[in-house]
């Protein structure tokens, strides 16, 4: 029994994470909250691999999963970039920017829960990325324009519902033995955390806005590409045409 039910306290840990992060920031404690964030995201890459190492993988923890990840991914870091960012602007703007950001987050899970999905890859980004990409850049607030966090929090909301492939690493497995040392891992990685909270944020926001940032340049390749042909078959098209009526 408890075995089985190993990897929803992984998943309870991320939800419990989540909602200390949004505790955090509307205590305006913006670092603590998103290092809050990232915490979650390892919590939450090691419920799946644990389920799948102990065979205990269920349709209640997958929803489980999905609900908590609304919260720690999708609610908190857009309530972490309101606070720091975004509260000064027009009250439509903030808020309507602001609750974008989740509502796309949890049509990204509904959408990747009930459509088959392509081996190896993700179907837009993931919203573990985009809500630790969000969260971590509040941390620039004194730096970057509000602007810019307007722009970024749309792009990052229209990312997750995009049909860009993004590399799936989830599926990377975890040997049996070394479940045991999980919690141990998570408890240094919150001692770290807690030592260097904007320093390892920003550390790690360069590493998910590059994993962000490499969907959206295939977005735009691809795009690209199809254009060229586009062009290339009305050329081809124009070039029939006056041959055959030159």
Same mark, same amino acid.
């Given at each position: 029994?408890?075995?089985?039910?190993?990897?929803?306290?992984?998943?309870?840990?991320?939800?419990?994470?989540?909602?200390?992060?949004?505790?955090? &920031? /509307?205590?305006? $404690?913006?670092?603590?909250?998103?290092?809050?964030? +990232?915490?979650?995201? =390892?919590?939450?890459? @090691?419920?799946?691999?644990?389920?799948?190492?102990?065979?205990?993988?269920?349709?209640?923890?997958?929803?489980?999963?999905?609900?908590?990840?609304?919260?720690?991914?999708?609610?908190?870091?857009?309530?972490?970039?309101?606070?720091?960012?975004?509260?000064?602007?027009?009250?439509?703007?903030?808020?309507?920017?602001?609750?974008?950001?989740?509502?796309?987050?949890?049509?990204?899970?509904?959408?990747?829960?009930?459509?088959?999905?392509?081996?190896?890859?993700?179907?837009?980004?993931?919203?573990?990325?985009?809500?630790?990409?969000?969260?971590?850049? &509040? /941390?620039?607030? $004194?730096?970057?324009?509000?602007?810019?966090?307007? +722009?970024?929090?749309? =792009?990052?909301?229209? @990312?997750?519902?995009?049909?860009?492939?993004?590399?799936?690493?989830?599926?990377?497995?975890?040997?049996?033995?070394?479940?045991?040392?999980?919690?141990?891992?998570?408890?240094?990685?919150?001692?770290?955390?807690?030592?260097?909270?904007?320093?390892?944020?920003?550390?790690?926001?360069?590493?998910?806005?590059?994993?962000?940032?490499?969907?959206?340049?295939?977005?735009?390749?691809?795009?690209?590409?199809?254009?060229?042909?586009?062009?290339?078959?009305?050329?081809?098209?124009?070039?029939?045409?006056?041959?055959?009526?030159?």
């Amino acid at each position: 029994m408890i075995q089985k039910s190993l990897p929803s306290l992984f998943t309870l840990g991320n939800l419990l994470l989540g909602m200390f992060g949004i505790m955090m &920031a /509307l205590d305006g $404690k913006i670092g603590m909250a998103a290092i809050l964030v +990232i915490i979650a995201m =390892l919590a939450d890459g @090691l419920d799946g691999r644990v389920a799948r190492a102990l065979g205990a993988e269920s349709e209640f923890g997958k929803e489980l999963d999905s609900l908590s990840d609304v919260v720690s991914f999708g609610v908190a870091p857009a309530l972490i970039m309101y606070i720091s960012s975004l509260h000064d602007l027009h009250n439509a703007l903030a808020w309507s920017v602001t609750a974008i950001f989740p509502v796309f987050g949890a049509l990204r899970l509904a959408r990747f829960n009930v459509q088959p999905g392509i081996p190896g890859y993700f179907v837009g980004l993931p919203i573990p990325a985009a809500g630790g990409v969000l969260a971590t850049l &509040a /941390l620039f607030h $004194k730096d970057v324009s509000p602007v810019y966090m307007i +722009i970024a929090s749309l =792009l990052l909301s229209y @990312l997750m519902v995009s049909t860009v492939k993004y590399p799936n690493f989830k599926k990377v497995g975890l040997p049996k033995k070394a479940i045991v040392g999980a919690p141990i891992v998570i408890v240094i990685a919150v001692a770290v955390a807690v030592m260097f909270p904007e320093q390892i944020s920003k550390m790690i926001f360069v590493l998910l806005a590059l994993y962000a940032l490499y969907g959206f340049k295939q977005n735009v390749d691809r795009l690209t590409a199809r254009r060229r042909r586009g062009r290339s078959r009305r050329r081809q098209d124009d070039e029939m045409y006056h041959s055959k009526n030159g």
